[in-house]
């Protein structure tokens, strides 16, 4: 069974600094790999989206990469601002059987200081 | 943008009462998705469906059931809400099933059952 882990679980870093955060995933039969944000009390955002076929994607200040074979995604965040702040989750889309919901992870909780 | 609506942001409903959760797509996806989120557990798959008519479980589909009778809407009914439902509930979209297809979310449930 597909397992997806994110560490940190939390990190707080002052603004203007460059973040990255991971993500791995046991099961390298993958269709893609999907980052989102949440903010407190609301829905997710879909960030990027990575096919199992590409290494990365980026947009604006966010770039996401994939090494499929290793299991591992990061999200790297440049000039971090406290409008950043939010929870991060990585979630995959299997391309073996099973239901065919995203699996996530727990999240990064992400604290950008003024 | 592709918009995900769900009907209520916030519900209260008693122990055994029937509850409904309403969702909404407006791009015309085929594919359809219920989650609950609960801390320290993060985003766990109720239910899916692939097309109107048509549904499959999840990883935790036990005390709930769902309904798709068009293909915008996708409906997941506790039959007799118990105190373990009290949760943050999440509906999402997908055009298909596919390597480059977005996951869209809705702004969230939080039920509580008393």
């Known amino acids: 069974k597909q397992e997806v882990t994110q560490i940190p679980a939390a990190l707080s870093v002052p603004e203007g600094e460059n973040l990255v955060l991971n993500c791995s995933f046991t099961d390298s039969a993958i269709y893609n790999l999907q980052w989102f944000r949440q903010d407190p009390g609301k829905g997710l955002t879909s960030l990027l989206l990575i096919q199992s076929s590409q290494r990365e994607q980026t947009s604006g200040r966010l770039n996401a990469s994939l090494d499929k074979s290793s299991g591992r995604s990061t999200l790297y965040i440049a000039a971090s601002q406290p409008g950043d702040s939010a929870t991060y989750l990585c979630?995959?889309?299997?391309?073996?059987?099973?239901?065919?919901?995203?699996?996530f992870g727990k999240g990064t909780h992400l604290i950008i200081q003024p | 943008d592709v918009k995900v609506t769900q009907s209520s942001r916030y519900l209260v409903k008693r122990t055994g009462e029937k509850v409904f959760l309403e969702c909404v797509q407006d791009m015309d996806h085929e594919n359809m998705f219920w989650y609950r989120q609960d801390p320290g557990l993060g985003l766990r798959l109720i239910y899916f469906?692939?097309?109107?008519?048509?549904?499959e479980k999840g990883d935790i589909p036990e005390g709930y059931s769902v309904s798709r009778e068009k293909k915008e809407r996708f409906s997941l009914i506790l039959e007799s809400a118990s105190t373990n439902q009290t949760s943050m509930y999440l509906c999402a979209s997908r055009l298909e099933r596919g390597a480059k297809n977005i996951q869209y979310f809705g702004a969230g449930t939080r039920l509580s059952v008393l």
């Open positions: 469906s692939y097309d109107v008519k048509m549904k």
């Open positions: 979630a995959v889309l299997n391309s073996g059987g099973g239901a065919d919901g995203l699996t």
